[in-house]
């Protein structure tokens, strides 16, 4: 009996890092393209998949900054802003200004 058992946990210990290798191989952080390591995060590539159809049209802040206006693949209006607190880029949409520019997004479904 203590064989069996000892054969058991033999083998847990010889399982459980090579379980542990294979899953770190798939979440790897950083991918290297040539010379250039590449950020290899699911949540990025989401981000970075849809950038946006460019219009002609600009939206222009309260303080003077100019922003392209862009319309994500449903149709809805929205610019590229930058956090100034972590630096991150994310969508401020335009819900009001998207209604004039492509109105058929912003219908409800009766």
Known sequence: MRKLIACIITM???AFPSMGQEAAKDTAKYVLNGKVFTDNVSNSKARQSDEGTKTEYTYQTKKGESFPILLSKTGKAFYWATSKKTGQRYRRYLPEIG???NPKAYETAK
Request: hydrophobic share 50%; glycine share 0%.
């Open 12 to 14: 847990l210990t010889l």
């Open 99 to 101: 209604r004039k520019i």
